[in-house]
């Protein structure tokens, strides 16, 4: 069966983003409570929901894994996507923004503007993902549309266009003017429907003017509204550098006899490209909880959100290297990207956005990036953790299949005939670490298991052997990100795991070495013996030597070793013995058992047997002389120090400061970049644990902060051992 071009312009994708707590999880419920999907609203405080199934979610109550769902309303198929509001799943809502074409801004109408509403915000502006604003919590003490709107404004930068107008406030709260009809919206206690009417008389000059002022902005934003609203303004209308004015009087609006400078249809169509171009963000509003305002917003989901049709074709890199365009078209080449990997009862799950053209089940497909083919089992509709079985899947779907052994989040699907690369979701470098171990040290395969599926499941995770410490490292976004990651392990595998804090990779260095120290190694337990004399002179090595390699030349570690020996007392062979006994001894200095580096040693003189002299004597010799001239050294401990750059509001740079001062950072450097302060500063590694949640506690979660390691300084204390 071959698919319409049409019926594409009946989907749209889209994700629900907010600060944590803002309602995004309500909003989705009510949505498929009023398109008819589910018969029951969940809550979130019954931990009901259908997008938050996962058990940590519902203890929590909060969104913490991106859930999909789907839809139809008014002839439309919705594909929507739930994403976290914490800042340390972030990386969860890059790669929904990655497949989707349209967004739905949740606000708190109290709050306005919060934190992580800022981050998501500038994440879809990244992607250039198009959005609507919905105001919600309208029920709430304190609750004002017009401050909430007017943070959007100072925060965001957008253009706020605002479509509605409440009726009551707080309590009072019960419906909404939609100023595009000019008709009261009424959602009434134990009523299930929305009631149409007039608007009330007391709200009518406040809704006038606010049409007006609609009407305005548009216009001052699209040309085609701006052309019609001068010709309608009769020659009356002027425009200053604070707006457009206009007389109302004498002008006919096609609503009701209401007196408009703008006819709705060119409203409502000025409206839509605007939101698809970004230059003004349409906003609605209501209570989702008391399940106000969500038909309207679903009308405005369809109304001005793209279809598949509607965005620009992906761009993708062929074989070759150029590059392809894939236009939404099911009669194109297959292209899809993978966005999300899940582990459930049923199998493994890969979620795709296809880009182009059709899959069915049983078909083979190209892992583009690994160049394997792979066969799709199954292709499931995803209703969170529901699942209904489609026989294909169609350009501007957002599906789920079963069978892809090797795909990950980032993988782009294509036909076998027609490859082509897709640019994955990006994802950003873990900032926070812990050391985990299993209890039982009968588990430790089943724990590398496990981790190794989380970070299939989940790329924002690290998971890595510390070659120095030989601890288990498992790093992720934030301290609440590596918890649930930690908890998952637990429920899912039934494994006990300890976590702790990771240990730091110290060194220690010589401050003032020894001249002469005279070692021999002799050795008689019959049969053949061992015999070697060295003498050492040990120095500190000079920073910008200690790349060197070789007998006189470096290693790469700090370490240098020369030979001053004349006139053969030691063979070359046994130089050589020397050496690499020497960096035997490097693995444990006298202070705390830590890697020694930065010094050089000479071999300056030495003795053979003629029987008893040996590679391995020498070796032996080379260890214990080293060792013995480091207790005698003047020795100091060192740490790992890191370069941190910290991006932060500019007025929060004073607190930064003196965080990091706090921490024992140098600050090297500052600048400020588009209304943010950039600050530089070398900090002890040591000092950082802990360092992401003060940044984001102290910068209300605008604060982030990337890491560089640049090597190592003397430590303050004499030494932690292992």
């Known amino acids: 069966m071959r698919t319409n071009l049409n019926t594409l312009t009946a989907v749209r994708n889209l994700g629900i983003l907010a600060h944590v707590d803002a309602g995004k999880t309500t909003v989705t419920e009510r949505i498929l409570y009023a398109t008819g999907t589910t018969h029951k609203r969940g809550e979130v405080h019954d ?59 949740v606000f708190d109408a109290v709050a306005g503007v919060e934190p992580q509403s800022e981050s998501v915000w500038r994440q879809a502006d990244r992607h250039g993902v198009p959005r609507l604003a919905f105001v919600n919590k309208l029920d709430r003490a304190g609750a004002d549309l017009d401050t909430a709107v007017e943070s959007i404004r100072e925060r965001l930068h957008p253009a706020p266009l605002v479509v509605q107008l409440p009726i009551g406030s707080e309590d009072g709260f019960v419906g909404v003017v939609d100023l595009l009809r000019m008709r009261a919206l009424t959602w009434v206690d134990g009523s299930e429907t929305v009631e149409e009417g007039p608007v009330p008389e007391e709200l009518r000059d406040e809704a006038l003017r606010r049409r007006r002022l609609l009407e305005e902005a548009v216009a001052e934003l699209h040309p085609g509204a701006l052309e019609e609203f001068c010709m309608q ?7 200053t550098g604070d707006g457009i004015q206009a007389r109302v009087e004498g002008i006919q609006s096609p609503v009701d006899g209401i007196q408009s400078a703008l006819d709705t249809r060119t409203l409502v169509d000025a409206l839509r490209d605007l939101t698809r171009t970004g230059e003004g963000v349409v906003v609605l509003c209501g209570s989702a909880y008391r399940n106000r305002g969500i038909e309207p917003l679903l009308d405005a989901v369809v109304a001005y959100l793209p279809s598949p049709l509607d965005v620009p074709a992906v761009r993708g890199t062929r074989d070759d290297g150029t590059e392809q365009e894939r236009a939404a078209d099911p009669q194109a080449p297959f292209a899809a990207l993978a966005f999300k990997v899940s582990a459930t009862s049923t199998g493994r799950l890969t979620y795709l956005r296809v880009y182009s053209g059709t899959i069915e089940k049983g078909a083979t497909v190209m892992d583009a ?33 079963v069978g892809l052994r090797s795909a990950r989040a980032g993988s782009t699907l294509c036909a076998p005939d027609a490859p082509l690369v897709l640019e994955p979701p990006s994802v950003a470098d873990p900032v926070v670490s812990v050391a985990v171990e299993a209890r039982r040290s009968t588990d430790t395969d089943r724990l590398a298991t496990a981790l190794a599926r989380l970070v299939e499941e989940d790329p924002s995770l690290v998971a890595r052997t510390d070659p120095e410490t030989g601890q288990t490292l498992l790093s992720g976004m934030g301290e609440l990100h590596l918890e649930v990651a930690v908890e998952k392990v637990r429920r899912e595998h039934g494994l006990e795991v300890s976590v702790g804090r990771p ?52 290693t790469g570690t700090g370490f240098e070793f020369r030979s001053a020996v004349v006139g053969g007392r030691v063979p070359q062979e046994y130089v050589r013995a020397v050496e690499a006994g020497c960096r035997d001894a490097l693995t444990e200095g006298p202070i705390g058992g830590h890697p020694v580096t930065g010094l050089r040693v000479t071999l ?19 260890r214990f002389a080293l060792r013995e001239a480091l207790r005698a050294s003047a020795m100091t401990l060192l740490e790992p120090v890191v370069e941190v750059t910290v991006t932060v509001p500019e007025d929060a740079v004073g607190t930064v400061l003196g965080d990091l001062a706090a921490r024992r950072g140098r600050v090297s450097g500052s600048a400020t970049r588009a209304g ?47």
């Open 47 to 105: 931990g009901t929901t259908v997008t938050d199934f996962d058990s940590q979610e519902r203890d929590r109550g909060i969104t913490i894994f991106a859930a999909a769902v789907s839809c139809a309303w008014d002839g439309h198929r919705i594909n929507l996507i739930d994403t976290p509001g914490h800042v340390d799943f972030a990386d969860e809502v890059e790669r929904s923004l990655r497949v989707l074409d349209g967004a739905v801004a």
């Open 233 to 239: 303004s009769t020659g009356d209308a002027g425009s």
């Open 676 to 722: 943010s302060a950039v600050v530089t500063a070398t900090v002890p590694l040591a000092e950082l644990f802990g360092y992401a949640t003060r940044l984001r506690s102290r910068t209300q979660g605008r604060g982030t902060f990337t890491t560089r390691p640049t090597g190592y300084a003397p430590a303050p204390v004499a030494t932690p051992t292992r």
């Open 503 to 554: 240990r730091v990779a110290y060194r220690e260095t010589v401050v003032r070495g020894v001249s002469g120290l005279v070692y021999r190694h002799v050795k008689q337990d019959g049969g053949a013996g061992q015999f070697a004399h060295v003498v050492l002179d040990v120095e500190p090595l000079d920073p910008e030597a200690g790349t060197s390699t070789g007998t006189g030349t470096g």
């Open 369 to 401: 990036g690994t160049r394997r083919t792979e066969r799709i089992g199954r292709i499931l509709r995803v209703q969170a953790d529901r699942h209904a079985q489609l026989e294909r899947a169609v350009a501007g779907d957002i599906v789920a299949v």
């Open 604 to 622: 300056t003189d030495g003795a053979t047997h003629v029987k008893d002299s040996s590679d391995t004597a020498f070796r032996t010799a080379g």
